[in-house]
């Protein structure tokens, strides 16, 4: 039960994860995605012989309207150069696309540091060890302890953006990152090849989504993730595994149990439902316009798989989607 959050978090919402690296990680990122792109050209004979729905990766499907496609790929907003290149109806998905959507473009779009900490901070006097529960609070300060960080300093910052902290301590101790994420892969090979990049959300929206939930809801989530440190690395793994093997039925269920857990409604609302909903309005005016181009969408997998996903909405609009791999 402890792992919902985890994979709710590198499905839907783990993008932020690399607008609070700050310029350094940003670095990392452009060092990544050109190692990615140089082990794609040298394993094209590789890529030759593989079959169509036998690679990495999966959650695509497609839906039609009138002369234009639409690709819907879903992500994991982690990875390692072992990703790449994905599956090749993934990646032909991709080259076909005149347009592609992602949640928001992290490589233009990526709030300053400050406007980070404005999100980040206590608009009052109030502080972290105040708001936590004192054995959690001491729990956290051991983990960021072991971590050679002193969580005295981050007393002024909201539980969200500490949660967020902590989940980038798991990425450092496990074989997947955030800097190697799939969205970062699209991004950069959507650039490198001067496609039209539309955002379907922006970092602010995000960002304010995160600190606007309520401080029971933030309390909650963070005591979880703490409650859940010690094993996140290696279920982080597990999940970006679940991916990479293409296997829907761990994505579907991902956020059963949330209410067990202990999460307000307000968690999932926000995270997802209102999200998705807002996302298949936009796809849905795209798809009405019938331009003729071929679009190639791609946000966390849950998206596509949490209920309600965007996949159900543009099904109860009217649109047949088909699982393509």
């Known amino acids: 039960m402890k792992k919902i959050l985890l994979a709710l978090f590198i499905f839907l919402f783990a993008g932020v994860l690399t607008a609070c690296g700050g310029d350094e990680d940003a670095a990392e990122t452009e060092d990544t995605a050109d190692e990615a792109a140089t082990e794609e050209e040298t394993a094209g004979e590789t890529d030759n012989e593989e079959e169509s729905g036998e690679g990495k990766g999966g959650f695509l499907w497609k839906v039609e309207s009138g002369d234009t496609e639409m690709y819907l790929q879903g992500t994991i907003h982690l990875g390692n150069d072992d990703f790449y290149p994905l599956d090749p109806a993934i990646e032909e998905a991709f080259d076909s696309a005149d347009v592609v959507l992602p949640e928001f473009n992290l490589l233009e779009e990526t709030p300053s540091q400050q406007e980070i900490l404005e999100y980040a901070t206590y608009v009052d006097d109030s502080t972290l060890e105040e708001e936590l529960p004192e054995e959690t609070y001491e729990e956290l300060a051991s983990i960021f302890e072991e971590n050679g960080l002193d969580l005295e300093t981050m007393n002024d910052f909201q539980p969200w953006f500490v949660e967020m902290m902590l989940l980038e301590l798991v990425t450092m101790t496990s074989d997947v990152d955030s800097q190697s994420a799939v969205d970062l892969y699209f ?20 960002f304010e989504v995160l ?13 979880l993730a703490v409650e859940s440190y010690d094993e996140a ?11 990479l093997e293409g296997n829907i039925e761990a994505m579907e269920t991902m956020s059963d149990g949330y ?59 009217g649109y047949e989607v088909e699982h393509v791999y």
Do not use: C
């Not at 401080?215 to 989530?221: K, L």
């Open 187 to 206: 991004l950069e090979k959507a650039t490198e090849e001067g496609k039209e990049i539309v955002s379907l959300e922006s970092a602010e929206e995000q």
């Open 211 to 223: 600190s606007g939930y309520s401080m029971e809801t933030q309390i909650q989530t963070l005591e």
């Open 233 to 243: 690395a290696e279920e982080m793994e597990g999940l970006a595994d679940a991916w």
């Open 259 to 317: 209410e067990e857990a202990g999460i307000n409604d307000e968690y999932m609302e926000e995270l997802n439902d209102k999200r998705n909903i807002d996302m298949a309005n936009s796809l849905d005016e795209i798809l009405q316009e019938d331009s003729g181009q071929v679009y190639f969408v791609f946000v966390g997998t849950a998206h596509f798989t949490v209920d309600p996903s965007i996949i159900t909405e543009l099904e109860d609009k």
